[in-house]
């Protein structure tokens, strides 16, 4: 019995006490939320060590980490690393999206060390195998898709990214819009790719019964994605993007149907001023399904900075009703991470999804705020630092760059105004 079926019978699994417990609030309103589709939680049995978690309305924004083997010169040990690393810097979910070397032995050693849910993308897999074995991805056959698809849930594998929703009518739609940057998408550009070289429709999309029957057995979460996604600001909310987020819907009632959890994967690069638009249309055509976003970007400027680009996006995002950021670091569009970029991308997603709790009235966000305030008040510098998103580089900065003076702060030493003003007023002595 997977979740969604027994959150349809009112039975609360030990995995939903343990994501209330986590979140802070009544196992009740994760179980109602799974039923009615709007919270999910990616738990498959086979991943142990898992501790679980949810996502979805009226829970904290997750942030979700992207990792994986990228050239034959990658190496386990490394992507292990920057696990270890997305870890410590607070990151609620890991995806593992090698392309390259020992694809198998990669995912088993990251679902071994992980203790937050583990996503993939098992296309990825699938054109690397292909392309070695036949030396051409456009040679993959839909079995292998399924196989892999497969293996990797039996693997433990918690949530996966699958491209079920783009059809030679998203193609088409795509083609009659004249956009700038028709695709994107790494996997969406694949079985674009293999559709159009087979004069065939997408695997995905006519073998998705069979996909539920996989995920269902394995009690994996689908996080449907978006082949169609803009690439740039010019394209976003065209007609591709809108008509894919349709397909997507009639997914999403399909799973449910099926007693599949299921989440919706998002854009991408969007302009400020459509995030609103593009929340009230995913939310609307999607069921209220969780939305998974990467991103968005809102400037296609930001090469180098990419990370704050989606910060200020995520936050608005999170805002207006997203419940899961795909981190972006500062390689992005440039080349793939390094350690010390998987930490920031993490930190600035953290930040954004902070900031849109606190919009949304999330209770722990603003008590978390107020905690601040108050060991601000009183100078209470060790609270600071524990209370901070990143208290090690919070530490860092405090130990290197203050005078001496540790009743104050860097910046004003012992000129602290909050301080006179104290002195003067008769109150406790605190500094900014």
């Not at 309103?29 to 060590?49: A, E, F, M, W, Y």
């Not at 990228?70 to 090698?98: F, N, P, R």
């Not at 919706?264 to 969007?270: V, Y």
Request: aromatic content about 6%; proline content about 4%; hydrophobic content about 40%.
């Amino acid at each position: 019995m997977t979740f969604l079926e027994g959150a349809t019978k009112g039975i609360t699994t030990e995995q939903i006490e343990a994501a209330a417990a986590a979140e802070g609030v009544a196992a009740a309103l994760i179980r109602q939320g799974i039923n009615d589709g709007t919270i999910v939680v990616p738990c498959n049995p086979s991943h142990k060590g898992l501790k679980p978690m949810a996502i979805g309305k009226g829970l904290r924004t997750k942030v979700s980490a992207s990792i994986g083997l990228d050239s034959k010169d990658s190496t386990v040990a490394y992507e292990l690393e920057k696990l270890q690393t997305a870890l410590t810097a607070g990151t609620h979910a890991i995806m593992d999206l090698s392309i390259a070397g020992d694809m198998d032995g990669a995912r088993r050693a990251i679902l071994l060390e992980s203790p937050v849910p583990v996503g993939t993308l098992p296309l990825y897999q699938t054109v690397a195998e292909a392309s070695r074995k036949y030396g051409s991805a456009l040679k993959m056959t839909p079995e292998q898709m399924l196989e892999v698809i497969e293996r990797q849930a039996s693997d433990g594998v918690d949530f996966m990214a699958l491209h079920c929703a783009t059809t030679f009518e998203t193609i088409e739609r795509a083609k009659n819009e004249g956009r700038i940057d028709p695709l994107v998408s790494y996997g969406g550009s694949h079985i674009i790719g293999w559709m159009v070289y087979h004069k065939k429709e997408n695997p995905l999309y006519e073998n998705y019964d069979r996909i539920l029957e996989i995920a269902k057995k394995y009690s994996v979460t689908l996080s449907l994605a978006d082949g169609m996604r803009p690439g740039c600001l010019a394209d976003s909310l065209d007609g591709a993007q809108v008509q894919e987020l349709i397909m997507l819907g009639e997914l999403v009632d399909r799973a449910r149907k099926a007693g599949v959890q299921i989440m919706i994967k998002g854009p991408g690069h969007m302009p400020l001023n459509h995030i609103k638009d593009t929340m009230t249309l995913q939310k609307s055509l999607c069921k209220g399904a969780p939305y998974f976003v990467f991103g968005p970007l809102l400037t296609d400027l930001a090469v180098g900075y990419d990370h704050i680009n989606a910060a200020i996006g995520g936050a608005i995002s999170s805002w207006y009703g997203t419940e899961f950021l795909c981190y972006v670091t500062p390689a992005e569009h440039i080349g793939n991470p390094d350690v010390s970029q998987v930490r920031q991308g993490v930190i600035a997603a953290r930040i954004a999804a902070q900031a849109g709790d606190l919009a949304k009235g999330m209770p722990e966000a603003i008590q978390w705020e107020l905690d601040m305030s108050n060991a601000r008040r009183d100078l209470k510098w060790t609270e600071q630092i524990r209370l901070a998103i990143d208290p090690e580089y919070a530490e860092y900065i405090r130990k290197t760059r203050n005078d001496g003076e540790i009743s104050t702060c860097a910046m004003c030493g012992k000129f602290c105004a909050m301080k006179i003003i104290a002195e003067h007023l008769h109150f406790d002595k605190h500094s900014c």
